[in-house]
Protein backbone atom coordinates (compact mmCIF):
# COMPACT_ATOMS: atom_id res chain seq x y z
CA UNK A 1 0.00 0.00 0.00
CA UNK A 2 1.18 3.13 -1.29
CA UNK A 3 0.57 6.58 1.12
CA UNK A 4 -0.06 8.79 -1.75
CA UNK A 5 -2.81 10.69 -1.04
CA UNK A 6 -4.17 8.88 2.18
CA UNK A 7 -3.58 12.20 4.40
CA UNK A 8 -3.09 15.82 4.18
CA UNK A 9 -0.97 18.26 6.07
CA UNK A 10 -3.95 20.59 7.38
CA UNK A 11 -2.74 23.02 9.43
CA UNK A 12 1.62 23.77 10.49
CA UNK A 13 2.77 26.18 13.07
CA UNK A 14 6.00 27.73 13.71
CA UNK A 15 6.62 29.26 17.38
CA UNK A 16 7.30 32.71 17.09
CA UNK A 17 9.65 32.82 20.27
CA UNK A 18 13.33 32.20 19.89
CA UNK A 19 13.62 32.57 23.72
CA UNK A 20 11.05 31.61 26.29
CA UNK A 21 12.14 32.52 29.74
CA UNK A 22 8.36 33.12 30.02
CA UNK A 23 6.98 30.21 29.13
CA UNK A 24 7.36 25.59 30.52
CA UNK A 25 8.35 23.48 28.39
CA UNK A 26 4.30 21.98 28.30
CA UNK A 27 3.20 25.37 27.69
CA UNK A 28 5.78 26.00 24.33
CA UNK A 29 3.75 22.64 23.20
CA UNK A 30 0.05 23.44 23.55
CA UNK A 31 0.58 27.18 22.23
CA UNK A 32 2.24 25.59 19.31
CA UNK A 33 -0.63 22.84 18.77
CA UNK A 34 -3.26 25.64 19.38
CA UNK A 35 -0.97 27.54 16.36
CA UNK A 36 -1.05 24.47 13.98
CA UNK A 37 -5.22 23.95 14.74
CA UNK A 38 -5.90 27.61 14.20
CA UNK A 39 -4.36 27.42 10.74
CA UNK A 40 -5.97 24.13 9.43
CA UNK A 41 -9.38 25.50 10.74
CA UNK A 42 -9.90 22.70 13.53
CA UNK A 43 -9.85 22.72 17.24
CA UNK A 44 -8.16 20.65 20.17
CA UNK A 45 -11.44 18.46 20.39
CA UNK A 46 -10.55 16.94 16.66
CA UNK A 47 -7.75 15.72 17.73
CA UNK A 48 -7.49 11.98 18.09
CA UNK A 49 -3.91 11.26 17.31
CA UNK A 50 -1.23 12.50 19.18
CA UNK A 51 2.57 12.51 17.95
CA UNK A 52 5.76 13.94 20.14
CA UNK A 53 9.31 13.10 20.87
CA UNK A 54 11.68 13.23 23.14
CA UNK A 55 11.69 16.81 23.80
CA UNK A 56 8.23 16.35 25.48
CA UNK A 57 7.84 17.03 28.92
CA UNK A 58 7.20 13.83 31.36
CA UNK A 59 6.01 10.77 30.02
CA UNK A 60 5.59 12.61 26.61
CA UNK A 61 2.14 11.42 24.81
CA UNK A 62 0.80 11.06 28.16
CA UNK A 63 1.66 14.21 30.14
CA UNK A 64 0.90 15.96 26.66
CA UNK A 65 -2.07 14.39 26.46
CA UNK A 66 -3.03 15.00 30.07
CA UNK A 67 -1.80 18.70 30.07
CA UNK A 68 -3.73 19.66 26.80
CA UNK A 69 -7.22 17.53 27.52
CA UNK A 70 -6.84 15.16 24.50
CA UNK A 71 -8.90 12.45 24.05
CA UNK A 72 -6.55 9.70 21.87
CA UNK A 73 -7.15 6.71 19.79
CA UNK A 74 -3.75 6.98 18.41
CA UNK A 75 -0.50 8.05 20.25
CA UNK A 76 2.85 7.57 18.98
CA UNK A 77 6.32 8.75 20.91
CA UNK A 78 8.85 7.53 17.79
CA UNK A 79 11.71 9.04 18.87
CA UNK A 80 14.90 9.53 15.66
CA UNK A 81 16.08 12.66 17.60
CA UNK A 82 15.77 15.75 14.91
CA UNK A 83 14.42 13.62 12.10
CA UNK A 84 11.34 12.19 14.91
CA UNK A 85 8.85 14.90 13.52
CA UNK A 86 9.09 14.52 9.52
CA UNK A 87 8.77 10.76 10.65
CA UNK A 88 5.83 11.45 12.29
CA UNK A 89 4.09 13.03 9.39
CA UNK A 90 4.72 9.45 7.57
CA UNK A 91 3.94 7.55 11.12
CA UNK A 92 0.48 9.91 11.12
CA UNK A 93 -0.62 9.27 7.45
CA UNK A 94 0.16 5.90 7.78
CA UNK A 95 -2.44 5.44 11.14
CA UNK A 96 -5.16 7.71 8.94
CA UNK A 97 -4.63 5.38 6.21
CA UNK A 98 -5.18 2.39 8.22
CA UNK A 99 -8.18 4.60 9.88
CA UNK A 100 -6.32 4.68 13.44
CA UNK A 101 -7.05 8.33 13.66
CA UNK A 102 -9.00 11.30 11.34
CA UNK A 103 -6.92 14.13 12.78
CA UNK A 104 -3.04 13.49 13.72
CA UNK A 105 -1.83 16.21 15.92
CA UNK A 106 2.43 16.60 16.05
CA UNK A 107 4.33 19.04 18.50
CA UNK A 108 7.78 19.85 19.46
CA UNK A 109 9.54 22.19 21.65
CA UNK A 110 12.73 23.49 23.56
CA UNK A 111 14.09 25.55 25.84
CA UNK A 112 17.91 25.17 25.49
CA UNK A 113 18.88 29.08 25.81
CA UNK A 114 16.46 29.50 28.85
CA UNK A 115 17.83 26.37 30.24
CA UNK A 116 21.70 27.50 29.97
CA UNK A 117 22.32 24.05 28.29
CA UNK A 118 25.38 23.93 26.79
CA UNK A 119 24.43 22.42 23.07
CA UNK A 120 27.13 22.03 20.99
CA UNK A 121 30.43 21.35 22.11
CA UNK A 122 29.44 19.62 25.48
CA UNK A 123 29.88 16.35 25.62
CA UNK A 124 26.41 14.26 26.23
CA UNK A 125 26.04 11.35 28.01
CA UNK A 126 23.09 9.87 27.58
CA UNK A 127 23.44 7.78 30.82
CA UNK A 128 25.03 4.60 32.27
CA UNK A 129 23.11 2.25 30.52
CA UNK A 130 23.50 3.76 26.95
CA UNK A 131 25.40 0.73 25.75
CA UNK A 132 27.95 3.31 23.38
CA UNK A 133 28.52 5.38 26.29
CA UNK A 134 31.31 3.63 27.73
CA UNK A 135 33.49 3.60 24.37
CA UNK A 136 32.50 6.75 23.48
CA UNK A 137 31.76 9.67 26.37
CA UNK A 138 35.46 9.85 27.51
CA UNK A 139 37.10 10.88 24.52
CA UNK A 140 34.73 14.27 24.48
CA UNK A 141 32.52 13.37 21.76
CA UNK A 142 29.98 16.27 21.13
CA UNK A 143 27.83 17.49 18.57
CA UNK A 144 29.75 19.56 16.34
CA UNK A 145 33.17 17.72 16.45
CA UNK A 146 30.94 14.56 15.59
CA UNK A 147 29.82 16.16 12.22
CA UNK A 148 33.38 17.95 12.00
CA UNK A 149 34.89 14.46 11.37
CA UNK A 150 32.51 13.78 8.73
CA UNK A 151 33.10 16.83 7.10
CA UNK A 152 36.72 16.00 7.45
CA UNK A 153 36.29 12.53 6.19
CA UNK A 154 33.95 14.45 3.15
CA UNK A 155 37.28 17.01 2.22
CA UNK A 156 39.55 13.86 2.26
CA UNK A 157 37.81 11.69 0.23
CA UNK A 158 36.31 14.33 -2.23
CA UNK A 159 38.13 17.09 -2.51
CA UNK A 160 35.30 19.53 -0.83
CA UNK A 161 36.37 22.83 0.44
CA UNK A 162 35.52 24.84 3.92
CA UNK A 163 34.62 28.07 0.97
CA UNK A 164 31.80 25.18 -0.93
CA UNK A 165 30.45 24.45 2.65
CA UNK A 166 30.15 27.94 3.18
CA UNK A 167 27.80 28.41 0.15
CA UNK A 168 25.25 26.67 2.15
CA UNK A 169 25.76 29.24 5.20
CA UNK A 170 25.59 31.83 2.50
CA UNK A 171 22.32 30.51 0.69
CA UNK A 172 20.14 30.07 3.72
CA UNK A 173 21.35 33.89 4.95
CA UNK A 174 20.42 35.18 1.54
CA UNK A 175 16.33 33.62 2.71
CA UNK A 176 16.53 34.77 6.26
CA UNK A 177 16.90 38.03 5.76
CA UNK A 178 13.32 37.80 4.34
CA UNK A 179 12.40 36.82 7.46
CA UNK A 180 11.89 39.17 10.37
CA UNK A 181 11.54 35.92 12.49
CA UNK A 182 14.95 34.54 12.10
CA UNK A 183 17.86 35.05 14.56
CA UNK A 184 20.06 36.02 12.53
CA UNK A 185 19.16 37.99 9.86
CA UNK A 186 22.41 39.51 8.39
CA UNK A 187 23.34 38.25 4.67
CA UNK A 188 26.95 36.73 4.85
CA UNK A 189 29.73 35.88 2.57
CA UNK A 190 31.74 32.67 2.15
CA UNK A 191 34.85 35.04 3.12
CA UNK A 192 32.72 35.76 6.37
CA UNK A 193 31.81 31.72 6.94
CA UNK A 194 35.62 30.84 6.66
CA UNK A 195 37.01 33.64 8.76
CA UNK A 196 34.65 32.77 11.54
CA UNK A 197 36.15 31.08 14.30
CA UNK A 198 36.88 27.16 13.78
CA UNK A 199 34.73 25.68 16.67
CA UNK A 200 35.85 22.02 15.57
CA UNK A 201 38.40 21.53 12.44
CA UNK A 202 37.17 21.88 9.87
CA UNK A 203 34.08 23.51 10.90
CA UNK A 204 33.78 26.84 11.76
CA UNK A 205 31.29 28.75 13.66
CA UNK A 206 28.97 29.92 10.45
CA UNK A 207 29.29 26.38 9.35
CA UNK A 208 26.82 25.47 12.82
CA UNK A 209 23.45 26.04 13.33
CA UNK A 210 21.97 28.28 15.58
CA UNK A 211 20.46 27.45 19.29
CA UNK A 212 16.69 28.55 19.58
CA UNK A 213 14.30 27.88 22.50
CA UNK A 214 10.52 27.75 20.54
CA UNK A 215 8.46 24.53 18.92
CA UNK A 216 6.29 23.81 16.35
CA UNK A 217 3.70 21.92 15.44
CA UNK A 218 1.74 19.99 12.39
CA UNK A 219 -1.85 18.80 11.93
CA UNK A 220 -1.98 15.43 9.42
CA UNK A 221 -5.84 14.77 8.54
CA UNK A 222 -7.93 12.34 6.05
CA UNK A 223 -8.27 13.38 2.46
CA UNK A 224 -12.20 13.93 3.51
CA UNK A 225 -11.54 15.87 6.25
CA UNK A 226 -9.00 18.04 4.43
CA UNK A 227 -11.48 18.33 1.45
CA UNK A 228 -14.05 20.67 4.42
CA UNK A 229 -11.18 22.80 5.50
CA UNK A 230 -10.53 26.33 3.67
CA UNK A 231 -6.36 25.90 3.58
CA UNK A 232 -4.77 25.24 0.44
CA UNK A 233 -4.61 21.17 0.35
CA UNK A 234 -1.07 19.83 1.00
CA UNK A 235 -1.16 16.19 -0.13
CA UNK A 236 1.64 13.82 1.14
CA UNK A 237 3.27 11.86 -1.71
CA UNK A 238 5.84 9.58 -0.03
CA UNK A 239 8.23 9.01 2.87
CA UNK A 240 10.88 6.98 3.82
CA UNK A 241 13.15 6.49 6.94
CA UNK A 242 16.04 5.01 8.05
CA UNK A 243 18.28 4.76 10.88
CA UNK A 244 22.22 4.48 10.03
CA UNK A 245 24.63 3.48 13.05
CA UNK A 246 28.25 2.20 12.83
CA UNK A 247 27.48 -1.32 11.41
CA UNK A 248 29.28 -2.54 15.32
CA UNK A 249 32.74 -0.78 13.73
CA UNK A 250 32.21 -0.57 9.89
CA UNK A 251 32.33 3.08 10.26
CA UNK A 252 31.64 4.82 7.01
CA UNK A 253 31.43 9.24 7.39
CA UNK A 254 30.59 9.96 3.76
CA UNK A 255 26.67 9.01 3.40
CA UNK A 256 24.19 8.61 5.66
CA UNK A 257 20.61 7.08 5.65
CA UNK A 258 18.74 9.13 3.40
CA UNK A 259 20.55 6.52 0.40
CA UNK A 260 17.90 4.46 1.94
CA UNK A 261 14.81 6.90 3.40
CA UNK A 262 15.64 9.25 -0.55
CA UNK A 263 14.70 6.20 -2.82
CA UNK A 264 12.10 4.99 -0.40
CA UNK A 265 10.29 7.99 -0.69
CA UNK A 266 10.75 8.72 -4.31
CA UNK A 267 9.62 5.71 -5.09
CA UNK A 268 6.32 5.97 -2.82
CA UNK A 269 5.51 9.48 -4.12
CA UNK A 270 6.65 8.38 -7.77
CA UNK A 271 8.65 11.63 -8.23
CA UNK A 272 12.34 12.11 -8.82
CA UNK A 273 14.67 14.33 -7.75
CA UNK A 274 14.07 16.97 -11.08
CA UNK A 275 10.42 16.99 -10.05
CA UNK A 276 11.07 18.78 -6.60
CA UNK A 277 10.64 21.97 -7.02
CA UNK A 278 11.43 23.17 -3.39
CA UNK A 279 13.74 21.68 -0.71
CA UNK A 280 13.84 21.88 3.33
CA UNK A 281 17.33 20.02 4.10
CA UNK A 282 18.16 19.51 7.74
CA UNK A 283 20.59 22.00 8.55
CA UNK A 284 22.37 21.57 12.10
CA UNK A 285 25.77 22.30 10.26
CA UNK A 286 26.76 22.60 6.58
CA UNK A 287 27.88 19.50 6.08
CA UNK A 288 24.95 17.69 7.24
CA UNK A 289 22.97 19.54 3.86
CA UNK A 290 25.98 18.47 1.35
CA UNK A 291 25.94 15.18 2.02
CA UNK A 292 21.93 14.49 2.59
CA UNK A 293 22.11 16.30 -0.94
CA UNK A 294 24.15 13.94 -2.32
CA UNK A 295 22.54 10.74 -0.65
CA UNK A 296 19.21 11.91 -1.91
CA UNK A 297 20.28 11.68 -5.06
CA UNK A 298 20.51 15.38 -6.43
CA UNK A 299 23.83 15.20 -6.97
CA UNK A 300 26.57 12.64 -7.09
CA UNK A 301 28.35 11.16 -4.39
CA UNK A 302 31.30 13.39 -4.14
CA UNK A 303 30.04 16.39 -6.18
CA UNK A 304 28.03 18.11 -3.57
CA UNK A 305 30.88 20.62 -2.78
CA UNK A 306 30.62 21.64 -6.53
CA UNK A 307 26.96 21.69 -6.08
CA UNK A 308 25.92 23.72 -3.59
CA UNK A 309 28.61 26.35 -4.75
CA UNK A 310 27.89 29.81 -6.53
CA UNK A 311 24.25 29.96 -5.23
CA UNK A 312 22.99 27.27 -6.99
CA UNK A 313 20.63 26.88 -3.04
CA UNK A 314 19.52 30.39 -3.25
CA UNK A 315 15.60 31.11 -4.45
CA UNK A 316 15.27 32.66 -7.55
CA UNK A 317 18.81 32.39 -8.50
CA UNK A 318 20.11 28.57 -8.10
CA UNK A 319 19.29 25.67 -9.39
CA UNK A 320 18.00 24.13 -6.29
CA UNK A 321 16.40 26.82 -3.82
CA UNK A 322 16.61 25.30 0.15
CA UNK A 323 15.30 26.19 3.48
CA UNK A 324 14.06 29.84 1.94
CA UNK A 325 12.86 30.65 5.83
CA UNK A 326 16.08 30.42 6.70
CA UNK A 327 16.62 26.80 8.17
CA UNK A 328 18.59 26.36 11.68
CA UNK A 329 21.55 28.15 9.87
CA UNK A 330 20.07 31.36 10.88
CA UNK A 331 16.41 31.68 11.22
CA UNK A 332 15.43 28.44 14.29
CA UNK A 333 16.47 25.15 15.64
CA UNK A 334 13.98 25.00 18.37
CA UNK A 335 14.93 22.28 21.12
CA UNK A 336 18.32 21.53 18.97
CA UNK A 337 15.65 19.84 16.62
CA UNK A 338 15.38 21.10 12.98
CA UNK A 339 13.03 18.64 11.47
CA UNK A 340 9.77 20.05 12.16
CA UNK A 341 10.38 23.76 11.11
CA UNK A 342 11.74 21.83 8.12
CA UNK A 343 8.14 20.24 7.36
CA UNK A 344 6.37 23.63 7.75
CA UNK A 345 8.68 25.71 4.95
CA UNK A 346 7.90 22.66 2.86
CA UNK A 347 4.35 23.49 3.47
CA UNK A 348 4.45 27.19 3.16
CA UNK A 349 5.80 26.83 -0.20
CA UNK A 350 3.54 24.65 -1.65
CA UNK A 351 1.01 26.80 -0.33
CA UNK A 352 2.33 29.91 -1.55
CA UNK A 353 2.83 31.29 1.74
CA UNK A 354 6.48 31.44 1.72
CA UNK A 355 7.77 35.55 1.70
CA UNK A 356 7.33 37.01 -1.53
CA UNK A 357 11.11 37.42 -2.11
CA UNK A 358 11.71 33.52 -1.76
CA UNK A 359 8.50 31.84 -2.84
CA UNK A 360 9.13 29.30 -5.67
CA UNK A 361 7.12 29.68 -8.57
CA UNK A 362 4.72 26.68 -9.39
CA UNK A 363 5.69 24.83 -6.37
CA UNK A 364 3.79 21.61 -7.03
CA UNK A 365 6.39 19.20 -5.36
CA UNK A 366 8.14 19.63 -2.26
CA UNK A 367 10.97 17.49 -0.01
CA UNK A 368 11.77 17.75 3.59
CA UNK A 369 14.23 15.72 4.95
CA UNK A 370 15.56 15.11 9.10
CA UNK A 371 18.55 13.90 9.87
CA UNK A 372 18.49 13.29 13.66
CA UNK A 373 21.50 11.96 15.78
CA UNK A 374 25.23 11.67 15.01
CA UNK A 375 25.59 12.26 11.85
CA UNK A 376 27.01 8.83 9.48
CA UNK A 377 27.07 6.71 13.20
CA UNK A 378 24.09 7.01 14.90
CA UNK A 379 21.36 8.51 13.21
CA UNK A 380 17.39 8.85 11.99
CA UNK A 381 16.94 9.79 8.36
CA UNK A 382 13.34 10.93 7.26
CA UNK A 383 12.11 11.79 4.32
CA UNK A 384 9.29 13.26 3.42
CA UNK A 385 7.78 14.35 -0.24
CA UNK A 386 4.70 16.72 -0.50
CA UNK A 387 2.42 17.70 -2.74
CA UNK A 388 -0.62 20.11 -4.41
CA UNK A 389 -3.70 18.51 -4.95
CA UNK B 1 53.72 21.03 20.29
CA UNK B 2 51.88 18.65 22.59
CA UNK B 3 48.93 20.92 24.01
CA UNK B 4 47.77 20.43 27.88
CA UNK B 5 45.67 17.48 27.86
CA UNK B 6 42.47 17.12 28.76
CA UNK B 7 41.21 15.49 31.59
CA UNK B 8 39.46 11.89 30.62
CA UNK B 9 36.58 11.21 32.77
CA UNK B 10 36.03 7.65 33.82
CA UNK B 11 34.68 5.25 31.53
CA UNK B 12 30.79 4.16 33.00
CA UNK B 13 31.84 0.40 33.35
CA UNK B 14 29.12 -2.69 32.97
CA UNK B 15 29.33 -6.21 33.46
CA UNK B 16 29.02 -6.98 29.85
CA UNK B 17 31.83 -4.85 29.04
CA UNK B 18 34.34 -5.11 32.26
CA UNK B 19 36.87 -7.03 30.44
CA UNK B 20 37.80 -4.77 27.87
CA UNK B 21 38.67 -2.29 30.86
CA UNK B 22 40.00 -4.94 32.94
CA UNK B 23 42.60 -5.35 30.04
CA UNK B 24 42.95 -1.59 29.47
CA UNK B 25 43.96 -1.63 32.78
CA UNK B 26 46.99 -4.37 31.94
CA UNK B 27 48.10 -2.08 29.26
CA UNK B 28 46.22 -4.38 26.45
CA UNK B 29 43.47 -3.49 23.64
CA UNK B 30 40.83 -6.24 23.33
CA UNK B 31 38.69 -6.48 20.45
CA UNK B 32 35.51 -8.70 20.19
CA UNK B 33 35.51 -11.38 17.21
CA UNK B 34 32.98 -13.93 16.52
CA UNK B 35 33.59 -17.81 16.26
CA UNK B 36 30.65 -17.78 14.22
CA UNK B 37 31.16 -14.88 10.99
CA UNK B 38 34.73 -14.29 11.58
CA UNK B 39 34.41 -10.95 12.19
CA UNK B 40 35.43 -8.60 14.56
CA UNK B 41 33.77 -5.81 16.08
CA UNK B 42 33.77 -2.69 18.15
CA UNK B 43 32.29 -1.42 20.95
CA UNK B 44 32.38 -5.30 21.99
CA UNK B 45 29.00 -6.51 22.42
CA UNK B 46 27.89 -10.57 23.86
CA UNK B 47 26.55 -10.92 20.46
CA UNK B 48 28.08 -10.17 17.07
CA UNK B 49 26.31 -6.91 15.38
CA UNK B 50 26.94 -8.65 12.40
CA UNK B 51 25.95 -12.01 12.13
CA UNK B 52 23.96 -12.12 15.74
CA UNK B 53 25.89 -15.17 17.17
CA UNK B 54 26.76 -15.06 20.92
CA UNK B 55 29.92 -17.19 20.18
CA UNK B 56 31.66 -14.19 20.68
CA UNK B 57 35.34 -13.99 22.10
CA UNK B 58 38.36 -11.16 23.65
CA UNK B 59 40.67 -11.07 21.34
CA UNK B 60 44.13 -9.02 21.80
CA UNK B 61 44.51 -6.67 18.93
CA UNK B 62 47.74 -5.13 17.90
CA UNK B 63 47.30 -1.40 19.29
CA UNK B 64 47.99 -0.21 15.92
CA UNK B 65 45.74 1.36 13.39
CA UNK B 66 45.44 4.46 10.68
CA UNK B 67 43.65 7.49 11.18
CA UNK B 68 39.90 7.38 9.72
CA UNK B 69 39.24 10.74 10.71
CA UNK B 70 39.45 13.52 13.41
CA UNK B 71 38.69 16.55 14.41
CA UNK B 72 40.53 19.25 16.66
CA UNK B 73 37.80 20.99 19.34
CA UNK B 74 39.36 23.85 19.49
CA UNK B 75 36.53 25.96 21.08
CA UNK B 76 37.40 23.51 24.06
CA UNK B 77 40.07 24.07 27.35
CA UNK B 78 42.54 22.73 26.61
CA UNK B 79 41.75 21.82 23.28
CA UNK B 80 41.56 17.82 22.48
CA UNK B 81 41.76 15.35 18.98
CA UNK B 82 38.71 13.30 18.86
CA UNK B 83 39.20 10.73 16.04
CA UNK B 84 37.96 7.23 14.45
CA UNK B 85 41.25 5.01 14.48
CA UNK B 86 40.70 1.78 12.18
CA UNK B 87 42.45 -0.93 14.00
CA UNK B 88 44.91 -3.57 12.24
CA UNK B 89 42.35 -6.14 13.26
CA UNK B 90 39.17 -3.95 11.13
CA UNK B 91 36.81 -2.35 13.47
CA UNK B 92 36.94 1.41 13.59
CA UNK B 93 36.50 2.61 16.58
CA UNK B 94 36.25 6.25 18.88
CA UNK B 95 39.07 7.93 20.63
CA UNK B 96 41.30 10.55 21.18
CA UNK B 97 44.54 11.35 19.63
CA UNK B 98 47.44 12.42 22.29
CA UNK B 99 50.89 13.27 23.03
CA UNK B 100 51.00 14.93 19.31
CA UNK B 101 51.50 18.26 17.33
CA UNK B 102 47.36 18.66 16.41
CA UNK B 103 48.33 20.46 13.31
CA UNK B 104 50.39 17.53 11.92
CA UNK B 105 47.73 15.07 12.13
CA UNK B 106 46.50 13.56 8.73
CA UNK B 107 43.91 10.95 7.87
CA UNK B 108 45.65 7.68 6.96
CA UNK B 109 48.48 8.27 9.27
CA UNK B 110 49.75 5.35 11.47
CA UNK B 111 48.85 5.69 15.01
CA UNK B 112 49.79 3.05 18.29
CA UNK B 113 47.56 2.70 21.18
CA UNK B 114 48.99 4.38 24.61
CA UNK B 115 46.40 4.15 27.30
CA UNK B 116 45.78 7.51 28.94
CA UNK B 117 44.35 7.44 32.70
CA UNK B 118 40.85 8.53 33.56
CA UNK B 119 39.27 10.81 36.66
CA UNK B 120 38.99 7.94 38.80
CA UNK B 121 38.10 4.75 36.56
CA UNK B 122 39.96 2.82 34.79
CA UNK B 123 42.39 3.91 31.61
CA UNK B 124 40.98 4.18 28.25
CA UNK B 125 42.91 3.51 25.09
CA UNK B 126 43.95 6.09 23.09
CA UNK B 127 46.66 6.58 20.29
CA UNK B 128 49.67 8.57 19.52
CA UNK B 129 52.02 9.00 16.08
CA UNK B 130 53.42 5.94 16.04
ZN1 LIG C 1 29.29 -12.96 13.79
Known amino acids: MSLR ?3 YVAGVFEHPTRKADDKSLAQLHAESAAGALADAGLTKNDVDGYFCAGDAPGLGGLSMADYMGLKLRHVDTTETGGSSYVIHVAHAAQAIAM ?4 VALITLAGRPRAEGMATGTAPRNYGVTTPDVPFEFPYGPT ?5 AMAAMRHMH ?6 AQLAWIKVAASHHAQHNERALLREVVTVDDVVNSPVIADPLHR ?13 VVVKPEIAKRLKRPPVKVLGAGEAVKHQRGGKIDLTYTGAVWSGPAAFAEAGVTPADVKYVSIYDSFTITVLVTLEDLGFCAKGQGGKFVSDGALISGVGRLPFNTDGGGLCNNHPGNRGGLTKVVEAVRQLRGEAHPRVQVKNCDVTLAHGTGGSLATRHGSATLIMGRD | MAAAARTIPAPPTNVEVQPFFDAAAAGRLVVKRCLACGESHHYPRTMCPHCGSDRTEWKDASGRGTIYSYSVLRRATPPYAIAYVTLEEGPTMMTNLVDCDFDALRIGQAVRVVFTPTDGGPPVPTFTPA
Open chain 1, 143 to 147: VVNQY
Open chain 1, 5 to 7: GKA
Open chain 1, 157 to 162: EFGTTG
Open chain 1, 206 to 218: LDCCVITDGGGAI
Open chain 1, 99 to 102: GKCD
